[in-house]
């Protein structure tokens, strides 16, 4: 059964929203402002979050930057008063998977509610990557290699998973830069090339003909086992 935390501040609404999903067959559990939501998305972790914007203490904005900063990594559907276009674009833009204006029919709620955990699903399968004998679970953050433990450092998780999310496709060091070290440099890129360079060392990929992290003009490609070949 999937878990969801509906975070608003209209006392009302949240209790009438939280019992439509209950009897759809959701967990739902509450939260009354974006501190209290941040809180219980850290003590439960949640498959989805329903966000409302408009809060006092810690509104909607700050609260899903929070809790992508910390790393939560299920659904978020922004819920609002407003149903301009401006604020859906900063939405999408800003790490959340829907956006629902209000009043909403409960009947489009569940669709999207669905829609979203349906997506994340399919999201969770392709958290796992198999290079040859090296077995990544990126959720998880463990690795083997041969059934055995294989240490690899946090950087290079996020190395994986940003070149997992792209797989079969460049991406280029300056976005790596951005996504593992939070930063920009032209003359930073060696940064990312070292720790590559380390990273196949550990999963056995030779640096001089790789099969699953190669080089490509301005960047690296990830081809796991169920990617294309060349």
């Known amino acids: 059964m999937n878990s969801l935390l509906?975070?608003?501040?209209?006392?009302?609404l949240r209790d009438t929203t939280a019992e439509v999903l209950r009897?759809?067959?959701y967990t739902v559990a509450?939260?009354?402002d974006g501190?209290?939501?941040?809180?219980?998305?850290?003590r439960a972790a949640p498959d989805l979050v329903l966000l409302d914007i408009d809060m006092p203490r810690q509104n909607g904005w700050r609260t899903l930057q929070e809790l992508r900063d910390r790393g939560f990594r299920g659904g978020i559907i922004m819920l609002t008063g407003a149903d301009g276009t401006d604020e859906i674009v900063r939405a999408l833009s800003s790490g959340a998977d829907d956006f629902v204006s209000k009043p909403c029919a409960f009947?489009?709620?569940?669709?999207?509610?669905?829609?979203v955990l349906r997506r994340a699903r399919g999201t969770k399968q392709q958290e796992v990557l198999q290079?040859?004998?090296?077995?990544?679970d990126l959720?998880?953050?463990?690795?083997?290699?041969?059934?055995?433990?294989?240490?690899?450092?946090?950087?290079?998780?996020k190395l994986l998973e940003q070149l997992g999310a792209s797989r079969g496709c460049a991406v280029l060091r300056d976005e790596l830069l951005k996504k593992v070290w939070g930063y920009s440099s032209t003359a930073a890129t060696r940064t990312v090339d070292t720790h590559v360079w380390r990273l196949r060392q550990k999963i056995g990929?030779?640096?001089?003909?790789?099969?699953?992290?190669?080089t490509v003009p301005g960047g690296y490609r990830l081809v796991d086992a169920g990617g294309e070949a060349d």
């Not at 009947?107 to 999207?112: G, I, M, S, Y």
């Open 205 to 214: 990929d030779d640096s001089g003909d790789p099969r699953w992290i190669r």
């Open 30 to 32: 509450e939260a009354a």
């Open 107 to 115: 009947r489009e709620l569940l669709a999207r509610v669905n829609a």
């Open 139 to 157: 959720a998880a953050r463990t690795a083997e290699k041969d059934g055995q433990p294989l240490a690899l450092t946090q950087i290079e998780f």
């Open 131 to 136: 290079l040859g004998a090296v077995r990544i």
């Open 23 to 25: 009897r759809a067959g």
């Open 35 to 42: 501190q209290q939501g941040v809180a219980a998305v850290e």
């Open 6 to 12: 509906l975070i608003d501040d209209d006392a009302v």
